[in-house]
Nanobody
Framework: QVQLVESGGGLVQHGGSLRLSCSASGFTFSRWKMNWYRQAPGKERELVADFVGFGGGTHYVDSVKGRFTISRDDANNMMYLQMHSLKPEDTAVYYC????????????WGQGTQVTVSS
């Protein structure tokens, strides 16, 4: 069965760092485009970071540029989000998302992991 499982969230002080992990199973990982989303209470879910095209290019929402780094390890079916200089406004549930490179109506979501940044 297809699964996306996030981990690594928690409580961190402002200015601190966390690394989120997404473990994928049940599909050929390299054939799927991977994305990180987040959703804060009372706000819409937003795309935080993703990969563009087939060459490994990356994209970030303006609010996290220079602080977050997205990466993937296809050999181990893993995706990561390294977060530095965390701010209270980064507090949200972070979600792993996968969409098939060729059949783009196929997509999967993880259950989310909570990130809380204290002031």
């Amino acid at each position: 069965q297809v699964q996306l499982v996030e981990s690594g969230g928690g409580l961190v002080q402002h200015g601190g760092s966390l690394r989120l992990s997404c473990s994928a199973s049940g599909f050929t990982f390299s054939r799927w485009k991977m994305n990180w989303y987040r959703q804060a209470p009372g706000k819409e879910r937003e795309l935080v970071a993703d990969f563009v095209g087939f060459g490994g290019g990356t994209h970030y929402v303006d609010s996290v540029k220079g602080r977050f780094t997205i990466s993937r390890d296809d050999a181990n079916n893993m995706m990561y989000l390294q977060m530095h200089s965390l701010k209270p406004e980064d507090t949200a549930v972070y979600y792993c998302h996968a969409v098939n490179r060729y059949t783009t109506t196929w997509e999967f979501w993880g259950q989310g992991t909570q990130v809380t940044v204290s002031s």
